[in-house]
């Protein structure tokens, strides 16, 4: 017995309103290509914020090891965060009535800003949620020297 990766029955209560507009499209798309890795891919939910010290994402990664995540700077600028999630085991007295989560292989990319320390890059996995923490140039606020005005 193989396992059923998506339904073509449309369920209206499925869709969260309030969340992403084009998840949708994303869960439609790796149907159509055939690809199901893709999948996994696009569910790879990444948040990016900004700190006075530091860019910092976090991304849900429920499941995965900390052996299977990669995360490397590309081209001195561009972060990039990849791994694989391996398949459940599959049992063939198991029966299956909805399968939800994915496996298969991720990678998200970004484009880190000037400011970023990339030689400094610090990676950590605590409970499912990975975060990367990367540290900011100090800017130095230009001296200002006062010139007295004689007179």
Request: net charge negative; proline share 5%; no cysteine.
């Amino acid at each position: 017995m193989s396992i059923v990766r998506r339904n073509s029955v449309f369920d209206p209560f499925s869709l969260d309103l309030w969340a992403d507009p084009f998840d949708a499209f994303r869960s439609i798309v790796p149907a159509v290509s055939g690809n199901t890795e893709t999948a996994v891919f696009a569910n790879a939910r990444v948040d990016w914020k900004e700190t006075p010290e530091a860019h910092v994402f976090k991304a849900d990664l429920p499941g995965v090891k900390k052996e299977e995540v990669k995360v490397e700077v590309e081209d001195g600028n561009v972060l990039v965060v990849s791994g694989e999630r391996s398949r459940e085991k599959e049992d063939k007295n198991d029966k299956w009535h909805h399968v939800e989560r994915s496996s298969g292989k991720f990678v998200r990319r970004f484009r880190l800003p000037e400011n970023a320390k990339v030689e400094e890059v610090k990676a950590g996995l605590e409970n499912g949620v990975l975060t990367v923490t990367v540290p900011k140039v100090e800017i130095k606020k230009p001296e200002v020297k006062a010139i007295e005005i004689s007179g």
